[in-house]
C-alpha cells in the first residue's frame, strides 16, 4: 500500500492562492489514479480534483474549475495542487488519496493521506 502525506495547508486570505503537496512513499503502478479530497466541519468528503498517474489526465469538480490545478512529478513522487483565488467556502482539510479507478466517491480509494488544514479567511 502506498503511504500518503501531505503539505502546504494554512491561513490565507480571500483571492490568495496556496499550494499543497502529496508525497507518496512506496510503489506507485502506472495506473494508479491520484486524487484531492476535503472535508469541511460538519460536510461530507467533497472529490476535488484527480489525475491519472500514466497520463497526466485530470479531472475537476465544478467548483474549483479554472481555480485549481493538479498535477504530478514522477521523479518525485509528487501530486500537488495549485489553488488560486480562494474562496472562504474553500476552507476544509484537504487529503491526498490513491486509488485505481477514476472516481469522485471516496470509496473507491484505498489509501489516504492525514490531511492539511486550508482556512480562507474573508
Known amino acids: 500500500q502506498v503511504q500518503l502525506v501531505e503539505s502546504g495547508g494554512e491561513l490565507v486570505q480571500t483571492g490568495g492562492s496556496l499550494r499543497l503537496s502529496c508525497a507518496a512513499s512506496?510503489?506507485?503502478?502506472?495506473?494508479?489514479?491520484m486524487a484531492w479530497f476535503r472535508q469541511a466541519p460538519g460536510k461530507e468528503h467533497e472529490f476535488v480534483a484527480g489525475?491519472?498517474?500514466?497520463?497526466?489526465?485530470?479531472f475537476y469538480v465544478d467548483s474549483v474549475k479554472g481555480r485549481f490545478t493538479v498535477s504530478r512529478d514522477s521523479a518525485k513522487n509528487t501530486v500537488n495542487l495549485q489553488m488560486n483565488s480562494l474562496k472562504p467556502e474553500d476552507t476544509a482539510v484537504y487529503y491526498c488519496a490513491a486509488g485505481r479507478v477514476v472516481s469522485s466517491s471516496r470509496g473507491t480509494y484505498n489509501s489516504w493521506g492525514q490531511g492539511t488544514q486550508v482556512t480562507v479567511s474573508s
Open positions: 512506496g510503489h506507485l503502478f502506472s495506473g494508479a489514479v
Open positions: 489525475i491519472l498517474w500514466s497520463t497526466g489526465r485530470t
